[in-house]
Structures are given as structure tokens and as C-alpha cells.
């Protein structure tokens, strides 16, 4: 059985109710060798789904991450994963203080994945130690949306799907700019960057998706999944 076998097996074993056997499907998976490109996506997604529903679930996901945290030291890769379980878990508490407790070049090293943590918990003033040019930041991120679109050609639903991932993934970077600087009371700033974040962008169309995204926020996630639906149907 390969792992998308494993994995789809573990949803329906889920899904039949057996829980406790779900979750010692969705922990081996987790450590499984061969899994290591769905672990964070959608093996860890199917166990915090499972986490709602069972607490032992939801303890189990907790004593990984605390596993991987006493890890940390000798594997500060390992960063981005606790951050994603946390996410998971919505506990970014736990995030922004084992970040705080992180070496200086771990720190900078994993300083973006921890960001969002850093200002929900509402230390605007570390982030922007991290983020001390948000301007630059946002100017980079157009630039790079700017190359891959002119790599797509959204004639085509491939194309668009890829101009949409590019355009969800430059308006996360944006937001990220946008709070950073609301949450440190510099709101013109914030303004104007949230001018140039359309601005910037080169191509009429993605340029439109950007001040969709902006308008209302999730429109770029709505569109991605009525794009799928339609290439399935």
C-alpha cells in the first residue's frame, strides 16, 4: 500500500468512527519516511480535524509538538514544523515563546514563519526587529510575483490556477506588511503600502486579483475553488 493509499485509508477509518485507530494511522503517517511531502498538509490537517472530534487526538498532537520543541536545539528545522502545528492547534502563544527563546541566528533564520505569531500575540515591537523594512519587503514580493507571471499564461486553467496560488501567496506577504505597520501605529504607512501593493503589480490581471484579494479578503481562495470545481465537474 503506498502512502495516498495509507492516507486515504486513514480518512475513512476516521470517518467510520474509529478514532482511536485513526489517530495511530495519522501518527505513523506523520513519521513515515516516505510521507514527508503530505505530513504538514494533509496528514496533519486530517489529525487536528480528528483533534475536534477526540480529545486523545488533540493531546497526542500536543505531545508532538512538545517532542519536536525538546528537538529544537539540535534540528532548528524543525521550527517551521512546530509553528505549523501550532497553527493547527491555535495555540501561537506557544509559538511566539519559543521563538523568544530561540539563538539569535535561529532566530533570524525563522524569523518570517514566526511573524504572524509574534504580532497575534501583540509584540509589534519585536516583529518589526524582524521586519525592519516593511516597504522593502512588499516591493520584493511584487517583484517576485512580477517574474512568475510572466512565466503563466492564464489562458489556460493551469495557468490561472498558478497566477491565482501567486497572487494568494503575494497578498499573504502584503497583509503581513499591512499589520505590521497598523500595529505599530503607522497608519499612513500603511496606506500607502496598501496602494503600492496594487501599484506594483504589472499584469492587468493579476493586478485585478490583487485589489479583488484586497477588497475582500478570501476572494482569491473562493476563486481557487471554483476553478477546481470547474475543471473537475
Known amino acids: 500500500m503506498d502512502i495516498v493509499q495509507r492516507l486515504e485509508s486513514a480518512w475513512q477509518t476516521h470517518a467510520d468512527g474509529h478514532f482511536d485507530a ?9 513519521d513515515a ?6 505530513r504538514l498538509s494533509y496528514v496533519l490537517a486530517a489529525w487536528a480535524k480528528l483533534a475536534e472530534e477526540y480529545l486523545p487526538a488533540r493531546h497526542a498532537l500536543v505531545a508532538l509538538r ?9 534540528a ?23 521563538f523568544q527563546r530561540l539563538p539569535e541566528a535561529q532566530a533570524q533564520q525563522n524569523a518570517r514563519a514566526a511573524l504572524p505569531s509574534i504580532m497575534a500575540c501583540g ?9 525592519p523594512h516593511p516597504e522593502h519587503h512588499l516591493s520584493l514580493a511584487a517583484m517576485q510575483l512580477n517574474e512568475l507571471k510572466n512565466k503563466t499564461n492564464v489562458l489556460t486553467a493551469e495557468g490561472m490556477a498558478e497566477l491565482l ?10 497583509a503581513l506588511v499591512l499589520d505590521l505597520l497598523n500595529g505599530c501605529g503607522d497608519t ?8 503600492q501593493a496594487v501599484s506594483l503589480v504589472q499584469a492587468p490581471e493579476a493586478r485585478a486579483c490583487v485589489q479583488a484579494e484586497l477588497d475582500a479578503p478570501g476572494t482569491t481562495l473562493d476563486a481557487m475553488v471554483e476553478l477546481q470545481n470547474s475543471v473537475t465537474a
Do not use: M
Open 66 to 74: 512538545d517532542r519536536l520543541s525538546a528537538e529544537l536545539p539540535a
Open 33 to 38: 519516511a516516505d510521507a514527508a511531502s503530505l
Open 165 to 174: 496560488a501567486d497572487v494568494f501567496n503575494y497578498t499573504t506577504e502584503v
Open 22 to 30: 485513526a489517530l495511530q494511522e495519522y501518527s505513523a503517517l506523520f
Open 188 to 195: 499612513a504607512a500603511a496606506a500607502i503600502a496598501r496602494q
Open 76 to 98: 532548528p528545522e524543525l521550527f517551521h514544523d512546530i509553528r505549523v502545528i501550532n497553527d493547527k492547534l491555535g495555540d501561537l502563544q506557544n509559538t511566539y515563546h519559543l
Open 123 to 131: 509584540d509589534f515591537e519585536l516583529a518589526r526587529r524582524y521586519l
